[in-house]
């Protein structure tokens, strides 16, 4: 009654990338969901944990690197527990200028406006559904633990492209399942997938820069390079250092074949394709644990 606010209109916003409006309607209807009890909280709550999930693959960026603390705590479980409008409007002002960083391959995040309705209830038996986190979820507690335990021995071997042993991953089981970071059954799908644990947890821990840039020191020692073969190059380092390792077939496509629109042939000869491609493999098989080996 004392003082009339500024109209919306008046408000001057420097950032109008579309992400950034589309981020501030999410967190606005999740402001509402929480003022009305609204039974699409936990859906509109998902979509801000998949946007900091993304973030989470961006902390080379100092911005994101910043904001980590929150980050990780919008991907936890706990940050669903007494949530209040003062800090969902904070979580809006922090993180609003950043969701346009998410690399453009990770924005498939759904902004969705429609009303939940309630039918008759009843129970409904799936088939064929083991019981257990989802395995994103799953993932998204591992890339907290994994950055928060860097120091620990078998996650260094992971990081520094040294070889992991089957009991360096047996002892990770162990503790994430004592942690309560997954299940018997999230596990069970790690092992029995390509390459196993350790090659789950390089794709999610990626490798430090160095130890990516020292697996492909032989493959150039002795050669003289053209300024785009060393372009390439150090585009191979800085995704196998993203990404944890690389795929053959991947030098054909995006971003690679930037550079070589027909792949590595245009700029290598078979020689060095043999030895880019001995590498790549050299540095998978450090992930994956021999059979047997202790």
Sequence with gaps: MDHLADLPTAFRDDDNAEETKRFDLLALRLQLAVVNADVGYDRLRAQVQEIASALQDQYTIPAVRAQQELIDELVSDEWRQDVT???????????????????KTRRNIVYTDFEDELGEFRVAQLQ???????????EQKLKIYLRAHEDHLAIQKIRRNQKVTATDLSELERIFLEAGIGTEADLDRTRNADGGLGIFLRSLTGLEREAARDAFEEFQRGRTFS???????DLLVDYVARNGMADVAVL???P????APRGPEDLFDEADIDSMESVIKSIRATAVAEEGAA
């Design 252 to 254: 054909y496509d995006p």
């Design 227 to 233: 300024s785009a073969q060393l372009r390439y190059v």
């Design 85 to 103: 409008l003062p800090m969902l409007e904070a979580m809006r002002r922090r993180l609003r200028s950043l969701v346009k960083l998410i690399e």
């Design 128 to 138: 064929g559904t083991a019981i257990g986190t989802d395995l994103t979820r799953f």
């Design 256 to 259: 690679f074949n930037a550079l």
